[in-house]
Every structure is written in structure tokens, then in C-alpha cells.
């Protein structure tokens, strides 16, 4: 018996794992535990078992019971534990990070850990499936047969108590605080590890100077012996609080500078996020050429140099800071390119969705070389040979001109035969924004300018039998063997690539939920093509989902002249106190005006004068914040967006403090 996770994925090179088992039966021989293994990663379109395809993790490939294995293509390492047997528990690490892996093994305290010897690792993780209990195959499935002795058979005998991944490295003093807490509570252990950020009893104080910042990203929990602050932070500075104080009995005070409540932020839903008008994701050289855009999706890496044919190395694009409707773009002009290589797409159902700002500029699209049968990007296997027309699994689009119309735009899928939509002259001129969508045989392609009805796409469609299969995504041209981009020399003609600008790029792998590619859609409009009723904020699906520290237990009380920042989900308090003048900054995704809200009280509220910043404006009323217990105060209330003054109001109704947009209400009771 086994289960199999497939919500998680892990495409980039660094990955760590703890488990406890233990093995409870083992003979030498297959289908009875031989090479059986408790944990397994490895992804949907495997052709081989796990420790044959590429990126993929397992445990207990063993010759003898006392024999741990980690086996990847990454990175092969395994130890002996001789004092290791049946129903003896153990703890596993494992951790992949680039150009290194290590494995160690725990026993109980009076028995000495076991590490592997450190092995070298190159490339990213392709994980898309988790098993526990026996080891993967392609397609999601386990290594059983009919029989539960079958000789094929890769299974555990024996008990998983708990299973920990991260998608990082953990740092020494994590690894230890995780490790303790599995020891004592799997082994009865008494190991103990120091929190990264402790607290004594009496309260811990952090002093931020006037210009720097801070972080606190774990505080004990528990009762205080003095009655001090659980938290006092001083000094001028910001310090970021992310730490989970939800059973603390004691109060956060915030005697100076700023303090900013949100969690860690959760990745981006896309995979890949190039958004040129980000100026901090981008790099630059001495001759003004962008050399790296650094990729906000999820799969991490850069867009950077980018092979051409024949080994050549294309030339880097420029940037235009106010290219397409005030916001920054990058600039190519048939001679440009740039590659990011930590995207692969090779997930079941093998979908893709991809939404791209663009503006061509045509080069001469009737002469090859310097803009014909070019493309603003592609996606490719650079296991494949041959251009990316003739591959399957490959995107790419394909211009050239068509009379005197504009642009005839092929968008051709997966190999199989596209078909044009002829873009208007103001495909050369004006900025647009396309859309593509693959699944379940079919593709769906969308163009939108900024004279287009919000509500109708032109669209077209197509079927395509070939699965998606891609592991470079170029921009600038199309593709060929190896996922170079088609470029060989300035304008020659066995050039395919592209002039003109490309302000955002998402390429998402599982498909958005309709509320998610709305909110999309409405921020890609109103940034780039200054349409219809959405705001120019990604989305937080986009940018990151944030989480609230939980100080549900914990009171907080702000200083004169302090400042707090929230982020991400309301803050749940015990108890709220303000003194003097304070200021308040509340950033939100702008999509539903009852996530706005900053603080839910459970207790009192006492506050003087507060000045609230709301990014970006609500078009409805929303609650600033409740309470559970009593409003000891009438305060004062400015209320601003980005510092503008908006003629919002908040006032009291029932047990909260509500923003009104303007207008006039009238409660009839």
C-alpha cells in the first residue's frame, strides 16, 4: 500500500527532506522489502522508474536493511548504520543544493548519527508526484504489482510517522530546531535547539537604527514573569515582525519607527513572471544592454545569455523605461535575445497557459533575417533537433506580412499545423495582449488592443494531439536544436526572430481558476493598455500570497509618531492601543474589499489620531477593523491612497471602523 501526493512541485535544484520510520520487515529478496523505499519524488511523465529518470529522490535502496540510499540523477549517495534494524526508529535528512548533497541518519541519542559523504549536483529538480510507502513510476504510479510479494515490487514494510519537505536549505540553525523537535517527539528524546530569534521571560527587546531593517521571524510563546512587553521594538528602523505568537499572553509595543505585520510570502502561482517594468529584476551592462531579467515565478532563475545557431551567443536586448503606456519594456530588433532555462513543463496533462504584453515594430517582415517568419518568444525541448515547427511539444509564433492589412500572426502549437489570425496595422504600432491556452487537446489563441471591447476577445482555435514538452523558454525568436534561438548573424537570413517591445510574460502550468485569470486579465489591461476597471496591482495569486503573523493572544500598542505596515491577510489581536498620532499603510490585491481589512480585536481598541494609507483605493466599503470587546475612544481618521487624499471617511457601525469611498449614507433604523 502507498499514497501519492500530486499538489506538489519543486523545479529548481535545491530540496530537503526529513522522515521517520521504521522498518518492521525485510527479507533480501524483491517484493518483500528489497529496494523498497518509504519516500519517493519523481513526475507524471517519468518513462522509467525513479532511480532512471532524471531529478527524481528516494530512500531505502538497500542491500541490507542497515543501508540507507538517496538515488538521482543529481546526486547518488549512501550510508551503513550498523546499529540500525527492524523496528528501529530512524530519521532521515536529505539535502540537494547546488553543487552538493548531503544525507544523515538519526538514531536515539545514545547512538552515534550517520552522515553520507557530501556528492555533487548539477541541474533543477522535476518533481511533480510524492509517494509514501513504495517508490514511483511514470504516470503517478507505485512500483506494485498484483501480488504483494511480486518480485518487482519496490515497496516499504514498516511505519511513517511524519514526512517534512522544504523547497530550500535549510540553515544550521533550523536544521537543528527541526531535528529537535522530531527527536523528541518520535524518539522521546531530550535534544533541545535554540529558536533563530529567542525571548526570555522577561521579554525580548529589538533596537532597529534610524535607516536599517529588521527581522523577527519566530518569538516564544508563554506567559511573561514580570509583566514586561513579549516584544518591545525601539529605534527608528522598520523591522518586519512574521512570527507566530498565537498562544502568547503579554503585548507587542512599538515605542518607535515602523513595524511591518505580514508572513513570508507564498510563491507566485505562475511559473514564470517576467515583468519588464520591474526596474529591480533587471541587469544591465556598460553598454546599456539588458543582460538578465530575473524571473518572479515560481521556477526561479533569469532570463539571460542565450545561445544562437552554431554556437553563436545572441547580442542582449535594450530597455525603454517608458516604452508601453508609461511602463519600461524590453527592446529587441532581430538581433537581440535572451533564455531562461529553469522552466520545464513536462507535468500531466502537459497544459500550458501563457498572457504576454507585446508591441511589434516589424522590422521588414518581407525579408528573412530581419523580422520574417520571427517570433516575440517560444518554448522548446533542448532535447529536440530541428527547428521549433517541425518538433512536437514546442510554441512558437510566427510573423510576416500580409498585403497591406498588417501582420498575419501564426501561433503554432506543439507541432502541429497553426493557423493565423491577421493582426491590424495596429498590431505594428500599438501594444496588445495575448493570450494562449493548451489542454486537453486543444489550444485557444486571444489578441486584445486597447480599442478592443473588454468583454471580446478575438480568438481562435485548434487541435493539437502532441503533450507539451518544453524546457527553454526564449525571447526575442523562435527555436531550434538544443533550444538555441534562430539567430546566426545580424540580419542573416536564417534569422527567425523579432523587433519590437515585450513588457510581461506569464506562463502559468495548471490552469487559473476563472476569478484568478479575471483578476489577471484586469491587471494586465490597466497597466499596459490603460483599459477598463481593474488596477495596475498584480494580483496576489501573481506576486505572492502573504500570511498574517498570528499575535492572536498578543495585545499590540503603537507609540506617537510609529507607523505599521500590514500585508497579506488580516492580524488578529487580543488587544489594540494607540497613542498620539499614528500612521497606517494597508496593501491589498483591490479584488475583494473584505480582505482589506487590517485588524480583527479581540478585546479593546483604544486609539488617537491614525492616518491610513489604503493601496490600492477600495471601490466598495470596507472594514478597517472589528473588535470583541469595547471602542474605549472616538478617534480621528485621515485616509489617503499612495499619499493622495481620496475624500474617504471611516466611522464607527456596530463593533467596527468601516471606510466609506465617498457619497453620502444614510442608516435608517
Known amino acids: 500500500m502507498a499514497l501519492v501526493l500530486d499538489s506538489y512541485t519543486n523545479y529548481n535544484d535545491n530540496l530537503t527532506v526529513f522522515m521517520v520510520a521504521q522498518w518492521t520487515s525485510w527479507e533480501n529478496t524483491g517484493g518483500k522489502g528489497h529496494w523498497g523505499g518509504g519516500l519517493s519524488m519523481s513526475y507524471y511523465a517519468a518513462t522509467g522508474t525513479d532511480n532512471a529518470t532524471p531529478y527524481s529522490y528516494h530512500t531505502e535502496t538497500a542491500t541490507t536493511v542497515s543501508n540507507t540510499a538517496s538515488y538521482s540523477t543529481l546526486a547518488n549517495i549512501t550510508i551503513t548504520n550498523p546499529n540500525r534494524g527492524i523496528n528501529t526508529p530512524y530519521l532521515d535528512m536529505i539535502a540537494y543544493v547546488t553543487n552538493r548533497a548531503t544525507f544523515v541518519q538519526y538514531l536515539a541519542d545514545d547512538i552515534v548519527d550517520v552522515s553520507g559523504g557530501a556528492a555533487k549536483i548539477a541541474g533543477n529538480f522535476k518533481i511533480d508526484r510524492m509517494a509514501i510507502g513504495g517508490r514511483l513510476r511514470g504516470a503517478g504510479q507505485v512500483q506494485y504489482s498484483n501480488s504483494a510479494t511480486d518480485p518487482n515490487n519496490r515497496m516499504y514494510i514498516g511505519d511513517i510517522g511524519e514526512v517534512v519537505v522544504f523547497s530550500r536549505v535549510l540553515t544550521p540553525a533550523e536544521h537543528a530546531l527541526v531535528a529537535a523537535y522530531l527527536k523528541r517527539k518520535w524518539f522521546n528524546s531530550t535534544a533541545t535547539a535554540t529558536d533563530p530569534v529567542p525571548s526570555s521571560g522577561t521579554g525580548l527587546a529589538i533596537d532597529v537604527p534610524e535607516g536599517t531593517g529588521g527581522f523577527a521571524g519566530a518569538v516564544a510563546s508563554g506567559s511573561l514573569n514580570s509583566g514586561a512587553p513579549l516584544l518591545r521594538k525601539t529605534g527608528a528602523g522598520a523591522l518586519a515582525l512574521r512570527a507566530n505568537m498565537s498562544d502568547a499572553v503579554g503585548s507587542v509595543m512599538l515605542d ?93 496533462p502537459r497544459a500550458v497557459h501563457i498572457y504576454a504584453v507585446m508591441q511589434g515594430h516589424g522590422g521588414d517582415l518581407a525579408v528573412e533575417g530581419k523580422g520574417k517568419w520571427g517570433g516575440p518568444f517560444s518554448l522548446y525541448d533542448s532535447r529536440q533537433s530541428g527547428d521549433d515547427h517541425t518538433t512536437t511539444g514546442s510554441f512558437q509564433i510566427t510573423e510576416t506580412l500580409t498585403g497591406d492589412t498588417g501582420v498575419n500572426q501564426s501561433s503554432k502549437y506543439m507541432g502541429n499545423t497553426g493557423r493565423g489570425d491577421v493582426l491590424p496595422d495596429g498590431g505594428l504600432q500599438q501594444p496588445y495582449l495575448f493570450v494562449a491556452h493548451q489542454e486537453n487537446n486543444g489550444a485557444l489563441f486571444a489578441y486584445e488592443w486597447a480599442e478592443t471591447d473588454v468583454e471580446k476577445i478575438t480568438a481562435f482555435s485548434m487541435a493539437s494531439t502532441n503533450a507539451m514538452s518544453s524546457t527553454r523558454v526564449n525571447l526575442g525568436g523562435r527555436s531550434t536544436t538544443g533550444g538555441a534561438l534562430q539567430w546566426k548573424a545580424t540580419h542573416n537570413s536564417s534569422n527567425r526572430t523579432w523587433a519590437g517591445y515585450i513588457g510581461e510574460l506569464v506562463i502559468v502550468t495548471r490552469k487559473l481558476a476563472a476569478s484568478e485569470e479575471a483578476a489577471l486579465l484586469a491587471y494586465l489591461r490597466k497597466k499596459w493598455l490603460a483599459k477598463g476597471a481593474g488596477v495596475a496591482t498584480p494580483p496576489a495569486f501573481l506576486s505572492g500570497l502573504y500570511a498574517a503573523p498570528s499575535l492572536a493572544g498578543t495585545g499590540l500598542a503603537c507609540a506617537d509618531g510609529t507607523s505599521v505596515a500590514v500585508a497579506g491577510a488580516p492580524v488578529a489581536l487580543a488587544s489594540l492601543t494607540t497613542a498620539g498620532t ?58 489617503t491612497c499612495n499619499g493622495i487624499t481620496t475624500g474617504s471617511t471611516v466611522s464607527t457601525r456596530g463593533t467596527g471602523y468601516w471606510l466609506s469611498t465617498g457619497g453620502t449614507f444614510f442608516f435608517i433604523r
Not at 508601453?324 to 537581440?336: K, P, R
Open 582 to 639: 499614528v500612521d497606517w499603510t494597508r496593501t491589498w490585491d483591490g479584488l475583494n474589499a473584505a480582505d482589506a481589512t487590517l485588524f480583527s480585536v479581540a478585546g479593546d481598541v483604544s486609539l488617537g489620531a491614525v492616518n491610513l494609507d489604503v493601496v490600492p483605493k477600495p471601490k466598495k466599503e470596507m472594514m478597517v477593523l472589528g473588535w470583541g470587546g469595547a471602542a474605549l475612544t472616538c478617534p480621528t481618521w485621515t485616509v
Open 256 to 348: 518607535e519607527g515602523a513595524l511591518a505585520l505580514s508572513g513570508e510570502a507564498l510563491a507566485s502561482r505562475a511559473e514564470v513572471w517576467m515583468d519588464a517594468a520591474d526596474a529591480a529584476t533587471l541587469t544591465m551592462n556598460d553598454q546599456d544592454k539588458v543582460t538578465a531579467v530575473r524571473n518572479k515565478g515560481r521556477a526561479g532563475g533569469s532570463f539571460g545569455a542565450c545561445p544562437g545557431r552554431e554556437s553563436t551567443t545572441v547580442p542582449y536586448p535594450t530597455y525603454l523605461t517608458e516604452a508601453i503606456n508609461g511602463n519600461g519594456a524590453l527592446v529587441f530588433d532581430t538581433n537581440a535575445g535572451l533564455q531562461l532555462s529553469s522552466y520545464t513543463n513536462e507535468t500531466s
